[in-house]
């Protein structure tokens, strides 16, 4: 998964800050963070070849809970129904799909995030 695409889609499509793995500790203002967690060969596919499976977290990150839930329910949106180009010329989206929604709060950087495991399965 070419996770340059991947930035790309989201930077044309998604209102607020994005970063790889990691809010920068001077960020204020909303945001969403993602990180691939694994990727593995899928030979099952419906029966076809050079598929690949892509295992992205998304945190959907505010200081408000409403606007960490209204930024992952857009994330989600955008995300689970996606199949195509993530960028024009770029790799082939065959199926995206949410795996699991979770909510966090942390009292350190007072921030509410709302996190999506996303699974991408693409072709090379």
Same mark, same amino acid.
């Given at each position: 998964m070419k996770l340059n695409e991947l930035y790309s889609f989201l930077d044309d499509? =998604?209102?607020v800050d994005i970063f790889p793995i990691m809010v920068p +500790? *001077?960020? $204020?203002g909303d945001c969403i963070t993602y990180n691939l967690d694994r990727?593995? !060969?899928d030979e099952n596919f419906d029966g076809e070849d050079n598929f690949y499976q892509a295992i992205l977290t998304f945190f959907c +990150?505010?200081?408000?809970?409403v /606007?960490? =839930?209204e930024i992952s329910e857009e994330l989600e949106g955008l995300l689970e129904p996606f199949t195509g180009e993530l960028v024009a010329g770029g790799q082939y989206? /065959? *199926?995206t799909r949410l795996l699991d929604k979770r909510t966090m709060y942390d009292d350190g950087a $007072? +921030? !509410?995030g709302v996190g999506l495991t996303v699974q991408f399965t693409y072709n090379t």
């Open positions: 499509n =998604i209102g +500790v *001077d960020h $204020k990727m593995e !060969y +990150v505010s200081p408000k809970a /606007q960490a =839930i989206v /065959q *199926d $007072k +921030v !509410y």
